[in-house]
C-alpha cells in the first residue's frame, strides 16, 4: 500500500537500500529477544515526561499475510535534541512510528510531526539463513537495482558513547546457549544462524536538499 502511494507520482524518487544483519540466533528465538528489547528500550527512552507513547495496539489481519499486531507509537524527542536544532523546531516534537507485524515479515513506517514531506519505510523479512538470499523481497523495485550492505553485529565499528564491553560479542559466552565468542568470519560456520534482510526506504520531498537527507538517515 505505501510503495504503490509514493511511487504514484513518477517524478517522485525515493532512495532505497537494503541492510542484512545476521545473529547467531533461529527465528523464533529472535522473537522473543525482540519482544523484550523493545520494552527495554521504550523504558530507557522514557524519562522527564518524554519517550513512547503507545496511541493503538490491536489485532489486525491482513489477506495476504494472515493475523498480526498492528501498533502505533509516538516517541517524545523534544528534550534529545540537539541545541540548535531545538531553536528551530517545535517545542513539542514527536516521531510516529506504525508497525505492521506478521511475523516474520513486519512493516515499519516513521513519520515526523512537523515535516510532512518525510518518511521512513521498513519491510522487515526474517529468515533462517547466513544472508545470502538475494530474492526474499518480492517488490517491482527489483527492475532497478539497490545497494545491499551487510551488518556484521560483532566487528563492525561503533561510536565509541555506544559501546559497551559487556555487549561485546568478541568476548561475550551465553551462559544459557554456550554460544560465543564470535570470531573473525563467524558468519559463515555459524549454527543456529538467521537474517533480518530489511529493505528501508527513505523520502523527504523538499527540493534542493531531498538527496542530502536521504543519504544522511542511510548513513545513521
Same mark, same amino acid.
Request: net charge negative; aromatic share 12%; hydrophobic share 30%.
Given at each position: 500500500?505505501?510503495?504503490?502511494?509514493?511511487?504514484?507520482?513518477?517524478?517522485?524518487?525515493?532512495?532505497?537500500?537494503?541492510?542484512?544483519?545476521?545473529? @547467531?540466533? *533461529?527465528?523464533? !528465538? $529472535?522473537?522473543?529477544?525482540? %519482544?523484550?528489547?523493545? /520494552?527495554? =528500550?521504550?523504558?530507557?527512552?522514557?524519562?522527564?515526561?518524554?519517550?513512547?507513547?503507545?496511541?493503538?495496539?490491536?489485532?489486525?489481519?491482513?489477506?495476504?499475510?494472515?493475523?498480526?499486531?498492528?501498533?502505533?507509537?509516538?516517541?517524545?524527542?523534544?528534550?534529545?535534541?540537539?541545541?540548535?536544532?531545538?531553536?528551530?523546531?517545535?517545542?513539542?516534537?514527536?516521531?510516529?512510528?506504525?508497525?505492521?507485524?506478521?511475523? @516474520?515479515? *513486519?512493516?515499519? !513506517? $516513521?513519520?515526523?510531526?512537523? %515535516?510532512?514531506?518525510? /518518511?521512513? =519505510?521498513?519491510?522487515?523479512?526474517?529468515?533462517?539463513?547466513?544472508?545470502?538470499?538475494?530474492?526474499?523481497?518480492?517488490?517491482?523495485?527489483?527492475?532497478?537495482?539497490?545497494?545491499?550492505?551487510?551488518?556484521?553485529?560483532?566487528?563492525?565499528?561503533?561510536?565509541?558513547?555506544?559501546?559497551?564491553?559487556?555487549?561485546?560479542?568478541?568476548?561475550?559466552?551465553?551462559?544459557?546457549?554456550?554460544?560465543?565468542?564470535?570470531?573473525?568470519?563467524?558468519?559463515?560456520?555459524?549454527?543456529?544462524?538467521?537474517?533480518?534482510?530489511?529493505?528501508?526506504?527513505?523520502?523527504?520531498?523538499?527540493?534542493?536538499?531531498?538527496?542530502?537527507?536521504?543519504?544522511?538517515?542511510?548513513?545513521?
Amino acid at each position: 500500500r505505501f510503495l504503490s502511494e509514493v511511487t504514484r507520482g513518477c517524478d517522485i524518487s525515493m532512495l532505497v537500500k537494503e541492510y542484512r544483519i545476521c545473529m @547467531p540466533l *533461529t527465528t523464533d !528465538e $529472535y522473537r522473543i529477544g525482540q %519482544l523484550y528489547t523493545i /520494552s527495554k =528500550h521504550s523504558h530507557q527512552e522514557s524519562d522527564r515526561g518524554e519517550g513512547v507513547e503507545v496511541m493503538e495496539n490491536r489485532a489486525h489481519h491482513d489477506p495476504v499475510y494472515g493475523d498480526g499486531q498492528y501498533t502505533e507509537k509516538r516517541v517524545h524527542l523534544s528534550s534529545k535534541l540537539p541545541s540548535w536544532a531545538r531553536a528551530v523546531v517545535p517545542r513539542i516534537f514527536y516521531v510516529c512510528e506504525k508497525a505492521w507485524n506478521y511475523y @516474520p515479515y *513486519t512493516v515499519t !513506517e $516513521y513519520t515526523c510531526s512537523f %515535516l510532512p514531506k518525510f /518518511s521512513i =519505510h521498513i519491510e522487515t523479512r526474517y529468515s533462517d539463513d547466513c544472508g545470502d538470499n538475494d530474492s526474499i523481497f518480492n517488490t517491482d523495485l527489483s527492475e532497478e537495482a539497490h545497494e545491499v550492505t551487510h551488518l556484521d553485529i560483532t566487528y563492525d565499528e561503533i561510536p565509541e558513547r555506544y559501546y559497551k564491553s559487556t555487549e561485546d560479542l568478541r568476548h561475550f559466552v551465553s551462559s544459557r546457549t554456550g554460544r560465543g565468542p564470535l570470531k573473525e568470519g563467524w558468519r559463515s560456520h555459524a549454527q543456529p544462524i538467521m537474517c533480518s534482510y530489511k529493505l528501508v526506504n527513505v523520502k523527504f520531498e523538499v527540493w534542493g536538499l531531498q538527496t542530502r537527507v536521504e543519504q544522511f538517515v542511510h548513513k545513521v
